[in-house]
T-cell receptor
Framework: ETGVTQSPTHLIKTRGQQVTLRCSSQ?????VSWYQQALGQGPQFIFQ???????GRGNFPPRFSGLQFPNYSSELNVNALELDDSALYLC?????????????FGSGTRLTVV | EDQVTQSPEALRLQEGESSSLNCSYT??????LFWYRQDPGKGPEFLFT???AGEEKEKERLKATLTKKESFLHITAPKPEDSATYLC????????????FGEGTQLTVNP
């Protein structure tokens, strides 16, 4: 059973640029969620994708967008980067409709905006 | 608004010194309460899910309990390798699969 893999592990971008982060879900999972974790804080829910459609969104502006592909992998896109976007971005996969356990997190992408 | 509060923010123990971490929550319809462990620079690692008041789960030196207002993570005879940040999260019936996390408790176990 493979886990959740995220790429890249680290990224440095300039304010105003755009970034794409990638996530491969755990085998057998069909739902992917993205979280933002600022230093010293708990993860904050950005959005979730199920069947390639956004299925719930947290308090994040539209410049945060995503995609889910038929193989259940996912992308998080952030446009017009701001300094406050610097954080650890976490991807979590689960199986919608099955066990309520099993939110598996990846190791995250550390994004630094300068 | 759903709220999750963890205490203490940081806890320093000597090896073998048992203690408890607290997670209090205010939600409209709890579907599940999750405990995760997070090492620096890594993603959260799943520990337990609790679904109803009175439920308890154990794994090695860790035991999680749940009441209608809070959850405790009891650590018995901790070892230095138990040092990590412990995160509590809730899933609410009206919010789909979204997890709402607390700020975490940073645990340090000294040898």
């Amino acid at each position: 059973e493979t886990g959740v893999t995220q790429s890249p592990t680290h990224l440095i971008k300039t304010r105003g640029q755009q970034v794409t982060l990638r996530c491969s879900s755990q085998s057998g999972h069909n739902t992917v969620s993205w979280y933002q974790q600022a230093l010293g804080q708990g993860p904050q829910f950005i959005f979730q994708y199920y069947r390639e459609e956004e299925n719930g969104r947290g308090n994040f502006p539209p410049r945060f967008s995503g995609l889910q592909f038929p193989n259940y992998s996912s992308e998080l896109n952030v446009n017009a980067l701001e300094l406050d976007d610097s954080a650890l971005y976490l991807c979590a996969s689960s199986f919608f409709g099955g066990r309520r356990d099993g939110y598996t997190f990846g190791s995250g992408t550390r994004l630094t905006v300068v | 608004e759903d709220q999750v509060t963890q205490s203490p923010e940081a806890l320093r123990l000597q090896e073998g010194e048992s203690s408890s971490l607290n997670c209090s929550y205010t939600v409209s319809g709890l579907r599940g309460l999750f405990w995760y462990r997070q090492d620096p620079g890594k993603g959260p690692e799943f520990l337990f899910t609790l679904y109803s008041a009175g439920e308890e789960k154990e794994k090695e030196r860790l035991k999680a309990t749940l009441t209608k207002k809070e959850s405790f993570l009891h650590i018995t005879a901790p070892k230095p390798e138990d040092s990590a940040t412990y995160l509590c999260a809730v899933q609410v019936r009206t919010s789909g699969s979204r997890l709402t996390f607390g700020e975490g408790t940073q645990l340090t176990v000294n040898p």
